[in-house]
């Protein structure tokens, strides 16, 4: 009896082994039949299937740090990405505080102005995975364009509406174009984040106020599109716009900063992939 069990867990920790790499695998079934085996009869089948459930996690795991190293970003770019990000603040809070001196008209130019100190860190990322991923002209080309939409913001979606609006398309078509390419930035900012939470890569708290500080970006022009295209929903969309300001607001200010100067000091690479 003994046997015959020996042989059935045997069989089933070899196919599961399937999940984990392959040069892991034998010492995994050595090793995981010698404790079921040691396990009361009992327990042996109940042991034997927690050690299965949590086979799927372990595979990821040991596959997640067979990944080779990558190298960092060099150090001017670096610096030059995190001088960028700390720009946007600085630019902000400069046109808040000397609109009374500016005006409103240079204010609002400031504005519009500042989400271009995203475009260095935006393009290093970009750029920098699209020559780990083997390059190409298709890979430097989606690089180029997300670098233009997400590193550059509300110009690049004013711009793309401008120029489907002088095409002859409607209203609501010019309306669309100007939602997608203005939600670049933000769903930009939250697959950072998410994705920095998810592989630990820097702090967490970083990553996820760079998470918040994306879906703010994203639910402000949704709220505020919603209200154009549906007048009914005019509440809703007031709702939207003004939790996503909530949380982009102290996200944003807190994330820029905190990962401008962690680029600038070379302390690690928050926009390492």
Do not use: N
Request: aromatic share 6%; charged share 15%.
């Amino acid at each position: 009896m003994r046997e015959l069990t020996t042989r059935f867990l045997a069989g089933v920790l070899a196919v599961a082994s399937v999940l984990l790499p392959r040069d892991g695998r034998a010492r995994w079934r050595e090793e995981a039949l010698a404790v079921l085996l040691d396990v009361p009869t009992p327990l042996r089948f109940r042991y034997a299937v927690d050690t299965l459930v949590k086979l799927p996690l372990l595979a990821w795991q040991q596959r997640l740090g067979a990944r080779p190293a990558h190298a960092p970003l060099s150090r001017p770019v670096s610096a030059f990405a995190g001088a960028g990000l700390i720009g946007v603040m600085v630019t902000m809070v400069s046109a808040l505080c000397l609109t009374p001196l500016i005006g409103e008209d240079a204010a609002e130019f400031l504005f519009l102005l500042a989400p271009f100190g995203m475009l260095p860190a935006v393009a290093a990322r970009s750029f920098h995975r699209a020559r780990r991923r083997g390059g190409g002209a298709r890979r430097h080309l989606l690089a180029a364009l997300v670098t233009l939409f997400a590193g550059t913001g509300p110009v690049a979606a004013g711009v793309l509406a401008t120029g489907v609006g002088a095409a002859g398309a409607d209203g609501p078509s010019v309306v669309a174009v100007a939602l997608v390419a203005g939600l670049a930035p933000g769903l930009w900012l939250l697959h950072t984040g998410v994705e920095a939470l998810v592989r630990g890569r820097g702090p967490a708290a970083l990553g996820a106020l760079a998470a918040a500080a994306g879906t703010g970006l994203v639910g402000v022009p949704v709220g505020l599109h919603l209200g154009m295209l549906a007048p009914d929903l005019r509440w809703l969309s007031l709702l939207i716009s003004a939790l996503s300001l909530l949380a982009l607001v102290p996200s944003f200010a807190a994330w820029s900063v905190w990962a401008g100067l962690r680029l600038l000091t070379g302390r690690s690479d928050p926009l390492a992939r």
